[in-house]
Structures are given as C-alpha cells and as structure tokens.
Antibody, heavy 120, light 107 residues
Framework: EVQLLESGGGLVQPGGSLRLSCAASGFIFSSHAMSWVRQAPGKGLEWVSG????????YYRDSVRGRFTISRDNSKKTLFLEMNSLRPEDTAVYFC?????????????WGQGILVTVSS | DIQMTQSPSTLSASVGDRVTITCRASQSINNWLAWYQQKPGKAPKLLIYKASILENGVPSRFSGSASETEFTLTISSLQPDDFATYYCQQYHSYGYTFGQGTKLEIK
C-alpha cells in the first residue's frame, strides 16, 4: 500500500522559512516523479513544484520560483520542499503527490496534506 | 501557462442522475488530462487519466471523453458517495494547471 506522510508545516511569519518533508513507502520511490500541490483555504488546487524520479529535473510555478526549492533523497524515500521568503499568499494545505510516471504527469496517490500558515 | 476552464462551478443533482462536467483547455493538450475527486478535508483522488482511461478501482459509472480542447467527465448514475468537488488537470506542459473545480451538490 502506498503511503505518503507530510511533516514540517506550521505557523511562520512573513519572510520566514519552513521545510516540508514527505516520507514515502509502498512503491519504488525513484521510479516516480513527485510533486507538491497546495490548496489555499476554501480555494482550488494549485500545482507548486515537481521533480523527476532521478531528481535531475525540477520545475516550479512562477510565483514560487527563486523562493522554494524541491529535492528528494531516493535512498531515504523522502521528498522535501524548502520554502523561504514566505508570503501570506503561500498560506495553504500542502499535499505531497506521487506521479504515475517517472516524469510529471498525473498524480495517483496523495498525502493527507499539511497546513502552512504565513501570518504575523 | 495553459488555462483550464471548468463548467459549471456548481451542479445540483439527485441520486441516480446522469451528470456531465466540462473542462476546456486554452490550447491543445493532446488529451493529456486527468480528473480528480476531492471530498471536504481529504486529499484528491485520481479518477481518470489520458482523458478517458479509468484509474484502477474507480467505478465504471465514471467516464471521460475528449474533443480537441474540450473534455468531459460523466457520471452515469449518481451515487451518494459521488457528491464532492471535481477538478481537471492538464499535464501537457509546464504549469500542470488545474481547473477551478466543480462542486457537485445534492439537489
């Protein structure tokens, strides 16, 4: 059974930093791309960042490029999202999502989500 | 980025009804489209990928179709468990954009 467990969320002041982690199990981690998708309170889904199975190729939405860094440790089956210079508009539930393929396509398994709140 | 426009935003229907949700892409996406179901407080669930391929374990009352840049999700006979919000997502190119969602409510 595929399991994805996010951690590292919480309350942070504008301009602050957080590091999200997603521990994966139940599948061959390095064979699948991974992404972070967020959902602001009461809003729709928004893809944030993703990377290929090897981690060699990373992708970001424009609003987070230069502030967020996605990475993975395939030996520890863990996905990360380093978030710096956080803004109130980054407030959302962040989901870790497993891709069906080694490149970014569609997401067949999701974590339960973790809340990030950016507020003073 | 490719824009994905879903309609309607809200849909009221009854158990047993046949319902259709539409998603329109701002340019060709070669059927690289997925549909997800999300219930309140839960993670999304993949229903369909490549516009019309049913994900393993998804009931056959769900189906997807495509016509150029217009995509539809059809539920042939609504069940109580189907009342949720549905999203389309393109994965043709960078941005991997979602539609704004369609909330399916009980009439």
């Amino acid at each position: 059974e595929v399991q994805l467990l996010e951690s590292g969320g919480g309350l942070v002041q504008p301009g602050g930093s957080l590091r999200l982690s997603c521990a994966a199990s139940g599948f061959i981690f390095s064979s699948h791309a991974m992404s972070w998708v967020r959902q602001a309170p009461g809003k729709g889904l928004e893809w944030v960042s993703g990377l290929t199975g090897s981690g060699d190729n990373t992708y970001y939405r424009d609003s987070v490029r230069g502030r967020f860094t996605i990475s993975r440790d395939n030996s520890k089956k863990t996905l990360f999202l380093e978030m710096n210079s956080l803004r109130p508009e980054d407030t959302a539930v962040y989901f870790c999502a497993k891709d069906r393929n080694i490149i970014i396509t569609s997401f067949d398994n999701w974590g339960q989500g973790i809340l990030v709140t950016v507020s003073s | 980025d490719i824009q994905m426009t879903q309609s309607p935003s809200t849909l009221s229907a009854s158990v047993g009804d046949r319902v259709t949700i539409t998603c329109r892409a701002s340019q060709s996406i070669n059927n690289w489209l997925a549909w997800y179901q999300q219930k309140p407080g839960k993670a999304p669930k993949l229903l369909i990928y490549k516009a019309s391929i049913l994900e393993n374990g998804v009931p056959s009352r769900f189906s997807g179709s495509a016509s150029e840049t217009e995509f539809t999700l059809t539920i042939s006979s609504l069940q109580p468990d189907d009342f949720a919000t549905y999203y389309c997502q393109q994965y043709h190119s960078y941005g991997y954009t979602f539609g704004q969602g369609t909330k399916l409510e009980i009439k």
